[in-house]
């Protein structure tokens, strides 16, 4: 079982910068593929980044690739999403997640979320 906490979204300005922070619960926490998803209101949850467990590969979407970096510390349980050059589009929901496929491209493959945590980037 892994539970997990999102912490670090607010308002920021287009083209600044955000880090979210994930807290995650659990010995096995270092076993888990983890990743951020997000959801703006009116779509679908969209895969954003994932990690592999070991924190040596990564993978992000197109949309975000360049502008965002997702890393992990395992001695701490915590998976951090650094976010900059925000856009508008870049509003929503961001959910940490976990689960055991490489990548996770897709919501069907999570087995744990967080409760989410709001980033609205005004233009």
């Known amino acids: 079982q892994v539970q997990l906490v999102e912490s670090g979204g607010g308002l920021v300005q287009g083209g600044g910068s955000l880090r979210l922070s994930c807290a995650a619960s659990?010995?096995?926490?270092?076993?888990?593929?983890m990743a951020w998803f997000r959801q703006a209101p009116g779509n679908e949850r969209e895969f954003v980044g994932s990690?592999?467990?070991?924190?040596?590969?990564?993978d992000t979407s197109d949309s975000v690739k360049g502008r965002f970096t997702i890393s992990r510390d395992n001695a701490k349980n915590m998976v951090y999403l650094e976010m900059s050059s925000l856009k508008a589009g870049d509003t929503g929901v961001y959910y940490c997640?976990?689960?055991?496929?490489?990548?996770?491209?897709?919501?069907?493959?999570?087995?744990?979320w967080g409760q989410g945590t709001q980033v609205t980037v005004s233009s």
């Open positions: 990690i592999m467990w070991s924190g040596d590969l990564t």
């Open positions: 997640a976990a689960g055991s496929r490489w990548p996770i491209h897709e919501t069907q493959f999570v087995h744990y």
């Open positions: 659990g010995r096995t926490f270092n076993r888990y593929v």
